[in-house]
């Protein structure tokens, strides 16, 4: 089990820059045990797939509408995923989540369903 706390998030013109980050405790496996994945959530939306990063960090996949703007990272000696997001658009807008799932070799995930666990969550608002 572990749980996952988000912080980071606030409110940011067009083009400006956050970084996310997701705290983890884990209960009786280690923190690089877990494959990780950021999420969003717009009203009225369904949570959406944002980034995803393996076990060690060596391999990430995003969302075509981050690609290049986003960087997902994770650093396991501090317990801690990341998301640096750069040229924030007001579509941006949403709650972000980050996800962890008991990882299986070097495999990464990128379905709400595939994460067994979910921080609270933590605003990000971008103004036109």
């Known amino acids: 089990q572990v749980q996952l706390v988000e912080s980071g998030g606030g409110l940011v013109q067009a083009g400006g820059s956050l970084r996310l980050s997701c705290a983890a405790a884990?209960?009786?496996?280690?923190?690089?045990?877990?494959?990780m994945g950021w999420f969003r959530q717009a009203p009225g939306k369904e949570r959406e797939f944002v980034a995803a990063?393996?076990?060690?960090?060596?391999?990430?996949y995003y969302v075509d509408s981050v690609k290049g703007r986003f960087t997902i990272s994770r650093d396991n000696a501090k317990n801690t995923m990341y998301l640096q997001m750069n040229s924030l658009k007001p579509e941006d807008t949403a709650v972000y989540y980050c996800?962890?799932?008991?990882?299986?070799?070097?495999?990464?995930?990128?379905?709400?369903?595939?994460?067994?666990?979910w921080g609270q969550g933590t605003q990000v608002t971008v103004s036109s």
């Open positions: 996800a962890a799932v008991q990882a299986f070799g070097g495999k990464y995930y990128y379905r709400v369903n595939e994460y067994h666990y």
């Open positions: 884990a209960a009786g496996r280690a923190f690089s045990s877990y494959a």
């Open positions: 990063i393996n076990w060690s960090g060596g391999s990430t």
